[in-house]
């Protein structure tokens, strides 16, 4: 059997019989890394996401560093629209800014689709890791239709979404044809890496949490469904991580979903009642990483035994692993999960 395929995350996430969780580490590539801030040096976000070598080297950083059970694609929400000719910047401490934000059923019709023609360094830097990773499977990525939706009408980060929620309630013929488009983008992204090598994909909604249940399923859901319902056709599982979103794990696995990303906000055993036969992913507080040692494996024990009673479990933080994070409490974490065995 190929050893990707036979990876633990992939058997996890399939719900198949692992000997323990398979551990990774969201935001695992960059920014709590030293070597990761050498290579970053001088180099803007989304150049170093637009160089394969040097999303190679990114990549393959925290798996040389703490060995974990997989490598998580080094790329940005927001890559896939400058690809296609938006125009766009990260800001250091801002994040995404768009020059022109959406307004109109014009401004969405200006947004090309995505053709692999557009990201031909994407396919090069996969081809090269998954020949450097052998055994380790790479997670593709790519940003949830809502958030970048987010994005792009409100210009930049946003706490209340207010602007989004006025085009998502005031002008739905809008919202719908801007969520078709992005979703459209963004399988497409996911597609790109599939087909040169990543062995399972991650649509990653930061903002869900802001959407009642309701809205969430009505304007929202479809759109990452269509998503979903396209990577699931490549044969590869697939992972739904949002935050804030307690009240939105059931809809999450139902739009298509193989395994539900749990935030640290809900307790996993109460997450793995509401996702159905599903794998679940998480959940350990970023924040337990600056705790005592001892402090962080006890809670880490804690979220290993509730994913027992899952389908499947994969590891995680709750998010991204925050910058100021010590390397080296990463390690004995996942030295940790990798040599727990289940108690008596």
């Known amino acids: 059997m190929d050893a990707v395929a036979d990876s633990l995350l992939v058997r996890a996430a399939r719900g198949e019989d692992v000997e323990r969780p398979p551990v990774w580490f969201m935001r695992q590539a960059g920014r709590s890394l030293p070597e990761y801030l050498r290579v970053r040096e001088g180099v803007t976000m989304l150049d170093a996401c637009s160089d394969p070598a040097l999303v190679t080297e990114i990549t393959l950083q925290p798996v040389r560093r703490y060995g974990v059970d997989a490598a998580i694609f080094f790329s940005d929400i927001v890559l896939p629209l400058r690809a296609v000719g938006v125009d766009l910047d990260i800001q250091p401490g801002v994040g995404p800014v768009i020059a022109s934000p959406v307004r109109t059923l014009a401004d969405v019709d200006a947004i090309p689709d995505l053709e692999p023609g557009h990201v031909p360094f994407v396919t090069e830097a996969v081809r090269a890791l998954v020949g450097e990773l052998g055994g380790t499977p790479l997670i593709g990525f ?9 994005y792009l009408v409100e210009g930049g980060p946003s706490k209340d979404h207010a602007r989004t929620k006025a085009m998502m309630f005031g002008a739905p013929e809008v919202w719908d044809a801007l969520m078709r488009k992005i979703a459209g983008i963004a399988a497409a992204y996911l597609e790109v890496q599939v087909a040169a090598g990543a062995a399972a994909v991650q649509l990653f909604d930061s903002w869900a949490g802001a959407l009642t249940p309701v809205d969430y399923a009505t304007h929202v859901m479809p759109h990452s469904s269509a998503v979903l319902e396209r990577a699931g ?112």
């Open 142 to 150: 790519a940003g949830a239709p809502f958030t970048v939706a987010s």
């Open 233 to 344: 056709r490549l044969g590869v599982p697939r992972i739904h991580f949002g935050t804030g979103t307690s009240d939105l794990l059931t809809l999450m696995g139902e739009a298509g979903a193989d395994v539900v990303g749990v935030d640290w906000r809900t307790p996993l055993g109460e997450a793995i009642g509401r996702v159905g036969e599903r794998a679940v992913q998480g959940n350990l507080d970023p924040a337990l990483v600056f705790a005592p040692t001892e402090v962080m494996l006890e809670r880490a024990a804690e979220v290993i035994e509730a994913g027992r009673y899952a389908r499947g479990h994969v590891f995680n933080l709750g998010h991204g692993v925050i910058p100021s994070t010590d390397p080296d409490q990463l390690a004995r974490l996942t030295e940790f999960v990798q040599t727990w065995s289940p108690r008596d």
